[in-house]
């Protein structure tokens, strides 16, 4: 028996594309083999006919209209690695209203339109595969569909930006500053010359908006809470060494008895646990079901291959599918079915650092003020014989309501003793592998 | 629209059964929600009509005909809990023949019987699912084939016996002896009355087997070489932390130039490497492929739930396989086509412990044995102020050949001064997380 052959599209040839075009064709043998299935790239959108690039593409697969693929009966599969809201967005309703399966890396567009897309792509019974857009080395998006299908999901959590955990692991390692690993980082290629988008936690957020979906069935648009890493000092790093912990950017998304949390912030991850391990540009996610327990995948989270690899993966996923499986009717649930948590309502154990004037009786006011709002202390530190006037005292909290903490911290910084915005890390609620 | 209708057959109604049951009861809106299939158990085969029972399963389904099950042509799926060579593969391959679907988590059968059992069920165009039967909370095999569908795999290892683990963990926590742990763990229902299968290294093995048959597509019948843990002691477990690392029962499959390795052994894992701190009857499986670079699971292995929820995974894609997908034809290379490597022509550090008599000179016999070999010496400890007689002499060696490791090995044990045999771990060769 013949295998099938199905044609794809590929709109965009940048460092994913030509990853995605290298494994096609290196690994061809064994993709068939495996899938019983024969791909073929049939055309490909760029900007710039004439561009030299480093994959050794026959030029006339090349095009720069976009409808030379969007209106191509032949092509089967539309692999869409161009990224940002528009024209993208209508590229992609074009090719799903022509039937054609969509496998797409855009977490920006997909955390922001996923309705319409996955609602158009279930009415004209074509599939819709986003493998990449998260984690790209870690089949985290499969394994929570199907893997984990039987469960209930709890809780997820993880480092699913490699930028900032980069970032943030030298920082610890080598004790710098941020702003000198991020030139480092910038100049290795690690972040990008505007690295707000990374560092605020801003791409965090959308990734973790998809996993709130696929988890929860909530897209939150406007729920989850940012704080990036900016504000980390090599002082904090110090700290959180000395009291257990590492600190680390988790996207965190939890159902709890009042609604659905999503959070993305700097966060103390005690050291024993699985995550702390994760260092440089690994991304990890950690999750727990009701029947399956604890689990946590690690891969590489973005760069060339690993990321085509994801794509691929949805290619094959989108070939079978476009033999035989019919995708099944996407759910969104409303963020008011499922009321999403407030950040304020949060109950965790909190990282305090206080830069205080170093007299006496400038910590008792701190206590003072934190005892009044009934918010528990389970350790301080205290640096000594400091030269300088100025000494930092931390503070490790019990499990408090985050509102209360933040009115206490309004006083505190009120106090004539306390000279700077007090710093506040949320600490990771212990579980996992023990 | 309607959604569609599965029924079910369960072979066994034991811990796993129990869990499956629950599952499906339990989390069936949701699964519907997610698959648009409805699964029902319509018959499930026990031993004894009237035992009693910790789930509530209505005496009307349960039979002790395989018949009823095998035979009734409404049934779809047959989810095999039973364990065992025979009769289990009887009922297994009649299923198949009635065009029925399988799901099992029967690792001893697969390892022995796969060609057969997926053979059969390519030319019935049914599917077998086996996620359960590795490390049933980690969906590792549906991320092999499908996940990493792209890439060719390079190496596969992990810890696959959370018994092993456990008595691992414990004996490294609490610098206990294996025995003493080992008796405990059975009174805890970690380990079997007769724990041969799991601390001999023997269910690892099975399990290793599947996984190199989905790594490199060769089911290794004879050739995975397996040791087991019962002759760790604490003292080698006080000189691997000395020395940098943790002892582990691993699994370890590797495409090599001449062959592939497939191996079961106490190893040597470096404290920094992620599978150092996977702990107590927590599994974990590290792979490398050439797409996707190094990534890990890490999930519970055994366990009512966790396995229970591998199973109904299965079940769901089998739903859905039958609604619409046709099963890959199955590959299995011979291993004469792909040879597999003996453990003698491993190459690797290995830790060696010898007990010798307290006197000068003895280091000098064993360093002159291995430097005849040409085998190098990359570290030395030799214990000191010992009021015993006897002391042991830990070396780490630089990367050598095992054969001629053994046959410096052999001449060691006849030296006067040496007085046990030699006990020799092998240490992980390092990659990973950096």
Redo the contacts between chains.
């Keep these: 028996m013949k295998n099938k052959e199905i044609k794809i599209g590929l709109l965009g040839l940048g460092t994913v594309g030509s990853?995605v075009w290298e494994?096609?064709k290196?690994?061809a043998a064994?993709?068939e083999?495996?899938?019983?299935i024969k791909f073929q790239i049939k055309k490909i959108l760029v900007h710039d006919l004439k561009k030299k690039r480093s994959v050794d593409v026959p030029a006339s697969l090349l095009t720069i209209q976009p409808n030379d693929i969007l209106e191509d009966p032949e092509i089967d599969i539309v692999v869409e690695l161009l990224g940002g809201i528009l024209p993208t967005q209508n590229y992609i309703l074009k090719a799903i209203e022509s039937g054609k399966e969509i496998v797409t890396a855009n977490k920006a567009l997909l955390a922001e339109k996923s309705e319409e897309i996955f609602q158009k792509a279930y009415e004209k019974s074509v599939s819709v595969g986003f493998?990449a857009s998260v984690a790209g080395?870690?089949?985290i998006i499969?394994?929570i569909?199907?893997?984990?299908?039987?469960?209930?999901i709890e809780e997820m959590y993880g480092i699913i930006n490699g930028t900032c955990n980069y970032i943030l692991s030298e920082m610890t390692s080598r004790k710098a500053d941020f702003h000198s690993i991020l030139k480092e980082a910038q100049e290795a290629g690690y972040a990008e010359a505007n690295p707000d988008f990374d560092v605020k936690g801003i791409d965090a957020a959308q990734k973790l908006s998809l996993l709130t979906w696929l988890a929860f069935g909530v897209l939150p648009h406007q729920g989850v809470y940012v704080e990036g890493i900016e504000k980390i000092t090599p002082l904090d790093i110090e700290y959180a060494q000395k009291l257990g912990y590492v600190i680390k950017l988790l996207g965190i998304t939890r159902k709890q008895e009042e609604g659905i949390e999503a959070r993305v912030h700097p966060t103390m991850v005690p050291q024993?646990h699985?995550l702390a391990?994760?260092?440089?540009v690994?991304n990890a996610v950690f999750l727990k079901?009701?029947?399956?327990?604890?689990?946590?995948?690690?891969?590489?989270g973005a760069?060339m291959?690993?990321t085509?690899?994801?794509v691929?993966?949805d290619?094959?996923?989108a070939g079978?599918s476009r033999?035989?499986?019919?995708p099944?009717?996407p759910?969104f649930k409303s963020e008011s079915m499922i009321s999403m948590v407030s950040i304020n309502e949060l109950h965790s154990e909190y990282y305090l650092r206080f830069s205080v004037v170093d007299k006496p009786g400038v910590f008792g006011q701190i206590a003072g003020c934190l005892g009044e709002a009934n918010i528990g202390i389970a350790a301080v530190y205290q640096k000594e014989n400091e030269v300088d006037s100025k000494i930092p005292i931390v503070v490790l909290t019990h499990k408090t309501l985050e509102k209360n903490l933040k009115q206490a911290l309004e006083k505190i910084e009120k106090l004539e003793a306390v000279l700077d915005t007090p710093t506040l890390i949320r600490v990771l609620a212990h579980s996992g592998?023990?």
Excluded: T, W
């Design positions: 990853g494994i096609l290196n690994n064994a993709i083999e495996r899938s019983g493998e080395g870690i089949p499969q394994s569909r199907e893997g984990f299908v039987g469960n209930q024993d699985p391990r994760v260092n440089g690994f079901g009701d029947a399956v327990g604890e689990a946590m995948f690690l891969g590489r760069g291959m690993p085509a690899s994801a691929v993966s290619i094959i996923r079978l033999s035989v499986l019919k099944v009717k759910v592998n023990k």
